[in-house]
């Protein structure tokens, strides 16, 4: 039996990685998360190669499956002639619920320069535009910048994952009427998104695994897995004085104002 479920039986992973996990480790990963009550699952890619890993993943398990496909700031330099054709043909795979992760990065020297991670993300934004999908934006340590960006670009939709921004950044967001993630970060007791968790308003929240990163409390520094985002759902409502079910609730109908998901 699942650890608790919503009214409607069903929550939603709204970011992970799976793209790497061989067949076996998907089929578990799926069955462990429908047992914990997360019965859909975004399946997110990083490049134009694991959003077609990601397409083929999402058709084997389609009723638990959906994609996001985009190019991340990490993997702009090596994009590659024709990716936007490329992206625009993922873009209308029926799995496909939304373009992500895409955004910027100055946090990571790993990272390509901004000057080369910029024009991949703006042209992804006209992308989403265009296909009319939500964009998943990846914005560390370039929150508001990000989201300006966004906004000054059309974009309606946007979901800012893994958020670790600051109150200003966020209330920037929020103002923009964009969405804010909530990963496995929230039950770390020294993060401080604990203290500003109260100023999310329950429409705007989405919450996520980052899979294979960021496992919450009690699974810290071990490789995440959808199954575990119901740490995440429960130190949330802990977190927000709420009941477990309404939260739970409450995400399924965002998620399907965003991605347009019905559980």
Not at 83 to 105: M, Q, S
Not at 192 to 206: C, G, S, V
Request: net charge negative; with cysteine; glycine share 8%.
């Amino acid at each position: 039996m699942p650890l608790f479920l919503g009214d409607r039986g069903r929550m939603t992973d709204t970011h992970a990685h799976l793209y790497d996990c061989d067949g076996a480790t998907l089929r578990t990963f799926v069955g462990d998360a429908a047992a914990a009550g997360v019965g859909t699952v975004i399946n997110t890619a990083v490049s134009i190669n694991t959003a077609r890993a990601v397409i083929n993943q999402c058709r084997l398990f389609p009723q638990n499956l959906r994609a996001a496909v985009g190019i991340s700031p990490f993997d702009t330099a090596e994009a590659g002639e024709g990716w936007e054709e490329d992206l625009r043909g993922l873009l209308a795979d029926p799995v496909t619920a939304a373009l992500g992760e895409i955004g910027l990065d100055c946090t990571n020297p790993r990272y390509p320069a901004l000057d080369v991670q910029m024009p991949v993300f703006v042209k992804q934004l006209e992308i989403a535009v265009d296909a009319g999908l939500p964009a998943v934006i990846h914005s560390r340590g370039m929150e508001k910048r990000t989201a300006e960006i966004c906004h000054r670009h059309g974009v309606k939709k946007a979901v800012f994952h893994c958020f670790t921004g600051d109150r200003e950044a966020l209330e920037y967001i929020l103002g923009c009427g964009y969405y804010v993630s909530l990963s496995g970060i929230i039950t770390y007791k020294n993060s401080h998104l604990r203290e500003i968790i109260a100023d999310i308003p329950l429409e705007r929240l989405l919450v996520e695994t980052d899979t294979p990163y960021l496992s919450p409390v009690p699974h810290r520094g071990k490789p995440n897995q959808p199954a575990y985002l119901i740490n995440t759902v429960k130190e949330t409502a802990r977190l927000l004085g709420i009941d477990e079910r309404a939260l739970a609730d409450r995400l399924d109908d965002n998620v399907g104002a965003v991605f347009g998901i019905m559980n």
